[in-house]
């Protein structure tokens, strides 16, 4: 078999059979298959049709290209999470302290920023001190004894993906459907955990702009989950704008402190309360998903979620000082302010040209070896559906490199359209799914 | 502008502008695209429909990103050629020497083997001492004094193409038009020459496997010739079954030889005629192209063609002897025959085929770096359209690597399909064209 040839046949539409598609990837791994072409396979892969045959093949290829974590001994329903990306996702910070409040046990493996959608390690190492890399034995230990740990995929874990990953992020070739089912499903069903919750996003800010495109890699890996024997159920929700406020890694930790003590951003709490009513739910700790949702909200509101996010940075070697007073940590260099032109009604936020801009303040990479500026990003002043004046402050931009933010404000103030007429509250959450169905989500949606 | 917003442009089929494709390659030539994002961006252009102003635009790029030779000191019409590539097509090693024979000026620059066709250097390298990058200096005193040249392209001219020919022929990504044209008519425009002649190949053993697209490729490149001041005319032939007899770079040498001393393999002839007779109107040599072709063929009849081979392997510090005298050089270590199963009439050679089992035998690279075994290849005993009968010898296989050629002779036999039936003999030239046309060919078509 040469290389080139399996290329082209996926080049022209040709089906590739297992065999082949392991000894690409095998040769890949011993470096008789390099990058570039590694790259063109992925891109002809774009344009075809993605199969559920695939997914299990490159899932499978995938988890034996590392060792597997076993949690067997720890007991309890250990239950992971994982979203396809955002802008402004952070999400994960707040589910695992939930859950964890909640007795769930939470073993959260996470990734890096990828194309114009954030990263949680890269939020998490903005905490100083804060270690996404513990050892293996730390992170059982930690689970054991606080029932949660957040980590970055370690490097005998899908080693495989690791590079795979490295190469879709500048490449553009992140939207592939059976690769995104191999890489988040490989992950989570090594990293050990029972039982899994996802969140796939859809709308223009996400890698799925299409809500038909989120339902096909919906079923795809919640089938790859009931073929690898995780339970994994899930919900599709809107990535039209960014969820919650800030965009940027510390920036983005800030408004997680501020929701776990009280001052809740509405979108972004209304998306994590459904998560985390899942997790709780499958980690045995409701008998529905509602009253998870309403256990959810319950240790928010008590102050023990905040008790746990706390408990989880010291934990994992990270400075609480900062959490409990963010005012604390150094600020961006410059800061400006992006105002409305005109008066009316916020129409758009345009969640994927704010991503890019804020790869391009600092808050994420261009190349792989670019270093990340923690302090950058932007916040938004408003969400779609609110009024605005003239004049009006929309968002602040924040950035420690040497860009010219006043010239960048109008790539900014272009991300928002601002109408003249009231507009209908949209969904933020479109779907419930398990490896079996789709439905219209609602907090009484059904959970194996 | 971010690389990764430019692929994913061209990947969802967005248009690009020019100074998107400017800003790609000029920071691919800096070093801040990387190869797999060139790659990316050429596997994606793949799908993109072909347009002439990415052609007219890539081929700016590519002859700006080095210098360009100036032979207007040199008298008389310079006249290039170059073919798309086939299997077992010599034509170049023939048309150089019975084109200067007939008192042409030839500069021809050449490439390497791509993918699962020859490459003319590689070919001309197979001749001991033979060096096929002369200094720029030499290549003008050759070219003045004895009529002809052929050489690699030097690193300073379409540095860009270089690096990118590599990577294309690894990746699968050679069939994308806008590139195709780029890179033969950028350095032909840099190469100095006054004109150009072009054998653009179609069928399973050609890049344009159909005939319409290598028509849409003709017009391309003829288009882009005017555009830049390089009068350009054609033919469009049939590559279905391998050029002549034999397929490897030594092989091919000995076939050359042959045929310049009045051994003539018809339908290599055939095509190398029709190439030389165009060659010979645009330098002015004869008023119309069957005027030229009677020349060539007379260039040859009387041996004014060979001793020009002689000349040029001599100028250029091969060892004439071994085209004297084919037989002094080192044979292959192994050699097989394979034979036919059954008789019948030879209904189909599958030239792709053969071309990628000779490429696994030595005679080319499956990664860049790879060396290449002179002396392998296959060496056909029978066209399309003759009789064969059972255990009557189809071809003979020749490597010096360590394979199983007992094993390999049952793929090769499996390019070879038998039938019962006489079979009409195919056209091996389609059509001419120039910038303006395409018509069917015939010795009479009209050249500017």
Redesign the interface.
Known sequence: M????I??KR?DGEPLARQELEFFFQEFMEG?V???????L???S??APPTMDEALALTDIFIRSGSRIDLSAIPGVKVDKHSTGGVGDKTSLLLVPIAAAAGVRVPMISGRAL?HTGGTLDKLESIPGFNVHPPPSAIVRQLSEIGMVMAGQSADIVPLDRRIYA?R?????VEILPFIAASIMSKKIAGGADALVLDIKAGRGAFMRERVQAEELALLLAGVGRHFDLPTVGIITNMDEPLGYAIGNWLEVVEVVDCLQGRETPDLMEVTYALAGLMIHLGRKAQTVSEGIAVARDVVRRGLAFEKFLELVHAQGGDPSYIQETLRYRNAEAAVEVVALCSGVLHGVDARALG?LA??LGAGR??PTDEIDPTAGIVLAKKIGEHVEEDEVLCRLYSSAAHDLVHFRERVREAFSIGDREIPRADKIFSYFDSDTIVPWSPESRAP
């Open positions: 040469l290389p080139q040839e290329i082209r080049r008789n390099s990058d570039e072409q590694m790259t063109a992925l891109m002809a774009f344009y194309g190469l992020d500048v490449t553009s070739t890019l790869v391009e261009k190349q």
